[in-house]
């Protein structure tokens, strides 16, 4: 298992739809999303094994949701991990915009 009590980034990689955390310029993580819009709607994040228990996941959608605060867009919470972050973490819960039919559809045609 990687320990690390090193240096951790979250950057938004645009060009890949996608929030990456790394550690000493390793990537461990991700959570991909796809904007609608005004909403980023996100459908999947993963924190490489090597890196598990050591909170980066938490760490990788904290910072994701904070920039799309900043970017004054809204969050569609498809990913399980990514809704189940914002039922714990309240300071978010004003950006979040409910997964609807019309929302899951619309994204599965999107990434096809």
Known sequence: MYQSS???TVQRVD?????EILVDGRRAGLTAYR???AQRVFFHTEVDDAFA???L???LVQA?????????????????YVAKFLKRHEEFADLADPVT??????LEEELR
Do not use: F, M, N
């Open 57 to 59: 996941g938490a760490e």
């Open 64 to 80: 994701a949701l904070a920039d799309v605060r900043e970017s004054g867009k809204r969050v569609v919470p498809v990913c399980p």
């Open 101 to 106: 039919p019309e929302v899951l559809h619309w």
């Open 35 to 37: 904007d609608r819009g």
């Open 15 to 19: 060009a890949r739809h996608r929030y």
């Open 53 to 55: 228990g050591q909170g």
């Open 6 to 8: 090193g240096i951790r």
